[in-house]
């Protein structure tokens, strides 16, 4: 799978929308595009703005967990006042205070590289699109949607995660995804419980 699929699946996953995806319908990291993705490969998939310069995998990789980050947060603020159950709105807050934390590491970690790597937030255009759309649900149909979405998306960003650890181009990155997996790990299974 090239980086262009890799990142349309990965915005899909993440975008916590009423997509009704299984867990076992996202696709596996091809772990040997990290090192030779560019942004305007970024791009072509709608992650960044059409003009910016080339990235290295490290740089791509950290614009899409900030963006992950950016939407989990967004998408569970929602959740907390839209949902109708208190099983999502407790999930939705625990997605909240942990994604603002993975989100001050990534900053903290970035700023140490050499040369400095600075994380994109921006959400792709697919991303804002399931943002808008989780924004007309309400009640039952949004839990749903929220849960659905949030199954595929933690699936998905575990991919990415081991992916980047395994092959990623830059050693403090992999560390990083590495010991990031676990929690995003248990971040699935709670996910899951939410559907039952």
């Not at 709608?46 to 290295?56: H, L, R, T, V, W």
């Not at 959400?123 to 808008?132: F, G, H, M, V, W």
Request: aromatic content about 4%; charged content about 15%.
């Amino acid at each position: 799978m090239n980086f262009k699929t890799l990142a349309l699946v990965s915005v899909a996953a993440l975008s916590l929308a009423a997509c009704g995806k299984k867990a076992d319908d996202t696709t596996a990291v091809d772990n040997t595009t990290y090192a030779n993705t560019t942004a305007m490969d970024v791009n072509a998939a709608g992650a960044n703005d059409a003009m910016a310069a080339p990235a290295s995998g490290g740089q791509a990789f950290v614009n899409m967990a900030a963006a992950s980050d950016a939407f989990e947060i967004e998408t569970s603020k929602l959740a907390v006042t839209n949902g109708a159950s208190a099983s999502v709105k407790k999930f939705a807050g625990q997605m909240i205070t942990a994604h603002e934390g993975s989100t001050a590491k990534l900053k903290a970690l970035t700023a140490t590289l050499s040369p400095a790597l600075t994380p994109n937030p921006a959400l792709s255009a697919e991303q804002q699109q399931k943002l808008a759309n989780l924004k007309t649900k309400q009640g039952a149909d949004f839990d749903t949607a929220y849960a659905a979405a949030q199954v595929a998306g933690h699936q998905q960003t575990l991919d990415t995660l081991r992916g980047y650890a395994a092959t990623g181009d830059v050693t403090q990155l992999k560390t990083f995804a590495s010991g990031l997996a676990p929690t995003v790990a248990a971040h699935l299974n709670m996910a899951k419980s939410l559907k039952s």
